[in-house]
Each structure stands twice: as C-alpha cells, then as structure tokens.
C-alpha cells in the first residue's frame, strides 16, 4: 500500500506543476499580447497627432501674413453733409445715414454710403479703374456673396486695396493671397462697430437724396444685387432734404420703409407716415 500512495501522490504533484506551467505561459502570454495592443495604441496617436501638428504647422507656415495691414482710429457719426476722408480709400469716419448695398460695382460708389457699410462689418475691395478685365474677374471671384463691396475707385496707392473699418491694406493685384485672408480675418470681424447690422436694403448709389458723390465723375454706379429702395405706390422722384432725428440717425421722409432700424423707429415711422398724406 505504502509504494501505491507515494506513486499517487507524485502524479498529484506532477500533474498540479504541470497546470500551473501551463497558467504561467498563459499569463505570460497575455501579458505579451496586452503590451502589443497597447503598444500599437501609442504609435497610432502619436502617428496621428504628430500628422495633425505637421498639418498645422505647414498651414500657418502657408498662411499669407497680415503684417503690412494699416490700422486707424476712426470716429463715426451719421451726417447728411459732405465728408472729406483723410484716407484713400476711407476706412471709417462719419458717413450717411443711409449704408450702401454690398454687392458687384462696375463704377465707383459714394464714400459716405460705403463707410457705412463697413460700419456694419462689410469688406470694402477696390481697384484702379484700368485694372486689366482678367483681374477685375480675379477680384469679383474672390468677393463673398454677403458683407463685401467690389468696385473701381480712382487714384488709389496701389492696383488693388482691401479696407475694413479702420483697417487697410495695399495689394499687388487681385490674385494677391492676402487678400482671400483679410477677408476671412475682418469680415463681420472683432473691429466692427455694428455687427451683424444690415448690408442690404439701402441704396445703390444712384439716389442722389441718400448718398454722396462718388469719388469720379463718372455716371451713377451700378451694383448687380442691388435695387432702388422705394415703397410700392411712391413716388421715386427727390424729396425734399427735410430730416428728422431719430435716436443717434437722421433721416429724410420716405425713406423708413427701406431700412429695418428706421422701421422700428416710432418717430421715424410717424414721420413718413405724415409725408406722405401731406400732414406733417
């Protein structure tokens, strides 16, 4: 009996080293397997952060500098009298009441009309008038839909100038890559007093009763999205330059319904209204 207990108390023993060998490789094995996993993990985010930083690096390294952008301190007040600018083209400064329509000019428009759209975050894109028709088309390519005004200007420092309120910069020409980024950097940009304010529904520039004189002498200007703004059934002949003040803005009889603030403008609303039935 004594030889057949020691016999099975060795199979015991052998077969107990022999399952914790085989737990032992197992282990080992999922620790190789763990490492391995976490391994590849590491390298795939590095791999990629170090794309992303690459890829980050090389657009600001590509990104055209703003450097020679101009800036100025400009005042802004609503005047119904002329205005001499200090800069050529302005980029502030008291301006008409009435903001110029944003859009495609083929003549120069009215600078009090325009600074007022800048007032209200518009990019305003100049060029010599006898900038070569393939730039011209450069530059109307290059004008966004919205907030962003297009047109010759006479005597200018350079073949094309960008502004934005009290912010200018000269370019070489229209295909200059400076200026796909001043628009994206000062459209509806932190240097706007008025953002968001309207760049439609004010003039084209060709009622000489809201605007001023363009900078050439050449015909009224026209603007491809724009209109005449007059009520159905008025009549768009020149009113007479009575104004009324409405808050900080003035403005003539007639002209309330085509701009949203002067809508909401009781006094101004009540002015119109009186206009035309003649009681005011």
């Not at 088309?137 to 200007?153: F, V």
């Not at 094309?160 to 400076?178: C, E, I, K, Q």
């Not at 084209?204 to 015909?219: I, M, V």
Request: hydrophobic content about 30%.
């Amino acid at each position: 009996m004594a030889p057949s207990s020691s016999a099975s108390r060795r199979d015991r023993e052998d077969r107990a080293k022999k399952v914790e060998e085989a737990r032992r490789k197992q282990r080992a094995a999922d620790r190789r397997r763990a490492t391995i996993i976490w391994g590849t993990a590491v390298v795939v985010v590095l791999a990629i952060a170090g794309a992303v930083t690459f890829a980050i690096l090389r657009e600001k390294a590509n990104t055209p500098s703003l450097a020679a952008v101009k800036t100025y301190t400009e005042k802004r007040d609503h005047v119904t009298t002329a205005v001499t600018y200090d800069v050529t083209p302005p980029v502030g400064g008291d301006h008409n009441p009435v903001w110029l329509n944003c859009g495609i000019y083929t003549k120069a428009v009215p600078n009090v009309n325009a600074v007022h759209s800048m007032e209200h975050g518009a990019v305003w894109i100049t060029y010599r008038p006898d900038l070569p028709a393939a730039d011209v088309k450069k530059a109307t390519d290059a004008t966004p839909d919205t907030y962003a005004i297009l047109s010759p200007y006479p005597d200018l420092p350079a073949p094309v100038v960008v502004s934005a309120w009290d912010h200018r910069l000269r370019l070489t020409g229209a295909d200059d890559p400076r200026l796909a980024e001043f628009i994206r950097t000062y459209r509806q940009g932190p240097q706007t007093p008025e953002p968001g304010a309207a760049c439609t529904g004010g003039t084209d520039g060709s009622d000489t009763t809201t605007t001023g004189p363009a900078p050439t002498t050449s015909a009224s200007p026209s603007a491809t999205p724009s209109r005449r703004c007059a009520s159905p059934g008025t009549s768009t002949t020149p009113r007479p330059p009575t104004t009324a003040t409405c808050g900080r803005r003035t403005t003539r009889p007639g002209d309330a319904p085509c701009c949203p603030w002067w809508r909401r403008c009781w006094c101004c609303s009540r002015r119109w209204a009186a206009s035309r039935s003649g009681g005011w």
